[in-house]
Nanobody, 126 residues
């Protein structure tokens, strides 16, 4: 079993930056692909970014490409989401999730993930 804890959210002005962290417990962290999703009030949970088990493959939603960067440090069992040039439409609760999947085409689907964190609020004000 994997437990995930997100941190790093907060309030920032549009154009600013934040770095989210997803800290995982468990010795099998490197066995899991990790995804970031976000959910705004009244909306569905949407894919943001994902990274493969060894960090060699990443995927991004079109809306964040060029602004967000996902990375991982397996020695620290932590995944990061660097968010630059934040926009008001990026405002949401951000969740990280873990999945034992190899096919990167599956990264986009919340149902493919086995474990979820509790979420961290990100607010970009205009």
């Amino acid at each position: 079993q994997v437990q995930l804890v997100e941190s790093g959210g907060g309030l920032v002005q549009a154009g600013g930056s934040l770095r989210l962290s997803c800290a995982a417990s468990g010795r099998t962290f490197s066995s899991y692909a990790i995804g970031w999703f976000r959910q705004a009030p009244g909306k569905e949970r949407d894919f943001v970014a994902a990274i493969s088990r060894n960090g060699g493959t990443t995927r991004y939603a079109d809306s964040v490409k060029g602004r967000f960067t996902i990375s991982r440090d397996n020695a620290k069992t932590t995944v990061y989401l660097q968010m630059n040039s934040l926009k008001p439409e990026d405002t949401a609760v951000y969740y990280c999730a873990a999945a034992k999947i190899d096919y990167s085409g599956s990264y986009y689907y919340p149902g493919k993930y086995d474990y979820w964190g509790q979420g961290t609020q990100v607010t970009a004000s205009s």
